[in-house]
Every structure is written in C-alpha cells, then in structure tokens.
C-alpha cells in the first residue's frame, strides 16, 4: 500500500493518482521532507504564489513600444498573445541578447521576432518544486501560468519564489 502524502489515505501499489484526494502519487518513492520549506514545495501549488496578471501584446506591436511599456510598467517580461493561448514571452534577457546595441535600430520591427517563441508554462496545480525545477533547467525568470486548455491566467517570476521560500523558511 501507497500513503498519499496530501491526505494519507492508503491507496494500492502501482496508482498514478490518489484515490482520495486525487493528487499525483509519482513522487512517493522520493524520502520525506525534513523541514516545512521541503514539504511546502512537494505539496504546495503554484496557484498559492498568486500568479499575477500579464502585460500581453501582440506579436505585431514594435518591439519599441514593448520595451517602452516595460520600462514604464517596470516589468522584467511581457507575454505575447494573438487570443487566450500564449505564443511566445519577451524578456529582458531577449531584449539584451537579440537587440543589445542596435535596439534603435530594430525599434520598428515587431516583437514576434525578438520573442522566445512557444514558451514553457506551468498549470496553476504544479506544484511548486516542479516550477523551481523548470525554471533552474531553462534559465528562465519568469514562467507563463496556463488553464487546463492552455489559456493563459497569469505568470510568476523567480521572486515569486524566493519570497514563498522566505516566508516558509521565517514562518513560526
């Protein structure tokens, strides 16, 4: 028998899903957390960072006016959408390595050809170890959250997590 860690209900060996509570039972086999940052991150969701709306434009608008309203807004990324679904994210990071010296220059070009096209999105239930884990594996600052059809909800940031950790490591 499987004990799920979200409800501790016993549930047969070999099931993906808690017959309970239905939550993953993938990671059972990992050891058991030994302190409350550890066991936040295995069980807590994305959903409780509170993923904060994005500034979404279109893949037309000139990646002028992007970095305008990005320094205006003071906002590290904006998420580029032609409807519900993301097509791509433009960061900071794209801005200083696609555009660099020669921002000026591009200014007039659309953002879809400076954006990092397709990409990664989390699910409001992941839990919040799998973020760390996507966003230390891509190098990335900033993750687009996405409904169950991929539409977007909102976005959270490297310091989304690093004040969730903060809280969990001062909580009392």
Known sequence: MI??????????????????????????????????VEKGLLQDRVSVLSPKPPLTVKPSTPVADVLKLMVEQKIGCVVVTDGPKPLGIFSERDALRKLNVNAVAFGSQPVSNFMTPNPQTLVANAKIAYAVQRMDLGGYRHLPVVGDHGELLGIISARDIINYLTAKMTAK
Not at 7 to 18: A, M, P, Q, R, S
Not at 28 to 36: G, V
């Open 3 to 36: 004990v799920c860690p979200f409800c501790n209900t016993e549930n047969f060996e070999g099931v993906d899903l808690c017959d309970d509570c239905g939550q993953p039972l993938c990671d059972t086999a990992l050891p058991p957390p030994s302190n409350e």
